[in-house]
């Protein structure tokens, strides 16, 4: 059984998911499928700091799926986050500002991510896909706080 992460509908197959995220969601392109792929496999291990298996999900990701600049964007965004959260450090990395944000204060950084996205979008996709990445980050913390 798989999950809609838009509106929790579950079905039995991945093909069934991904018909209903193009009929009901608008979700139609490879971009808009990997986020939604990240965002229900990939953040909750982050959120449950399985340091090994997030970052096994990622080098496989890689090897699937860096062949264009906006994956390789997306991908190395990610890896950013990993090692933020694993390693820690002397400074404050911003994902861990983005844990402390309330409801509101992460739905206006999402809407940065966003603004960010879109203007770079037609230009840059390595920045677009990074920016997305953390669209994508924001929207997983708005619902299930990590």
């Known amino acids: 059984m798989v999950n809609c992460l838009l509106c929790e509908k579950r079905f039995e197959t991945q093909r069934g998911l991904f018909s209903h995220l193009i009929r009901v969601h608008d979700v139609r392109d490879q971009k808009q499928r990997f986020s939604l792929y990240v965002i229900g496999d990939f953040f909750p291990l982050i959120e449950k700091r399985s340091w090994t298996k997030a970052e096994e999900l990622l080098q496989e990701m890689k090897k699937e799926n860096s062949s264009t600049d906006w994956m390789l964007g997306y991908l190395l965004a990610l890896e950013g986050m990993v090692s933020a959260l694993k390693e820690g450090g002397s400074i404050e990395p911003y994902i ?5 944000c309330n409801y509101q204060q992460l739905q206006e ?10 203007l770079l979008a037609p230009k840059k996709d390595f920045d677009a896909a990074y920016f997305q990445a953390w669209n994508d980050l924001t929207y997983y913390m708005m619902n299930s706080k990590i």
Do not use: A, I, P
């Open 109 to 118: 950084e999402q809407n940065g991510f966003s603004e960010f996205n879109k």
């Open 96 to 100: 861990f500002s983005l844990k402390r």
